[in-house]
C-alpha cells in the first residue's frame, strides 16, 4: 500500500510558475506508475501528465511545454513543475499511484493541493 502527499499548491499571478511535490510512503515507490491529475471547480478530474517506472512521460495538451512532470525515486517523490500558468489551470491537483500489478483504477489518490492562478 502506498500513501500519497501532496504539496506545493497555492496562489500565483498568470504567467508565473509553482512546483507541486507528492511524497510517497510505503514500499517499492520506484516500480509505481505516477500522475498528476486535476478537476476544477465543476468539471470532472482529469489527467495532466503522468510518468512510468521508467521514466517515460506523457502530458495533456493543454499543458505541453509548460508543465514538467519528473521523479526522484530515492526520495520516493514525484514533481510537478508548472510554468506560464494560466488562470485556466486553476483546480486542485491530485497525485496518483499505479502498481504494475492492479489495474489503473485501482490505484492510489492524495488528498490533493490547490492552485490558484489569479491577478
Known amino acids: 500500500q502506498v500513501q500519497l502527499v501532496e504539496s506545493g499548491g497555492g496562489l500565483v499571478q498568470p504567467g508565473g510558475s509553482l512546483r507541486l511535490s507528492c511524497a510517497a510512503s510505503?514500499?517499492?515507490?520506484?516500480?509505481?506508475?505516477m500522475a498528476w491529475y486535476r478537476q476544477a471547480p465543476g468539471k470532472q478530474r482529469e489527467l495532466v501528465a503522468g510518468?512510468?517506472?521508467?521514466?517515460?512521460?506523457n502530458y495533456a495538451d493543454s499543458v505541453k511545454g509548460r508543465f514538467t512532470i519528473s521523479r526522484d525515486n530515492a526520495k520516493n517523490t514525484v514533481y510537478l513543475q508548472m510554468n506560464s500558468l494560466k488562470p485556466e489551470d486553476t483546480a486542485v491537483y491530485y497525485c496518483?499511484?499505479?502498481?504494475?500489478?492492479?489495474?489503473?483504477?485501482?490505484?492510489?489518490w492524495g488528498q490533493g493541493t490547490q492552485v490558484t492562478v489569479s491577478s
Open positions: 510505503g514500499r517499492d515507490f520506484s516500480i509505481y506508475a
Open positions: 496518483k499511484a499505479g502498481h504494475p500489478t492492479t489495474d489503473w483504477n485501482r490505484g492510489y
Open positions: 510518468i512510468t517506472s521508467g521514466g517515460s512521460t
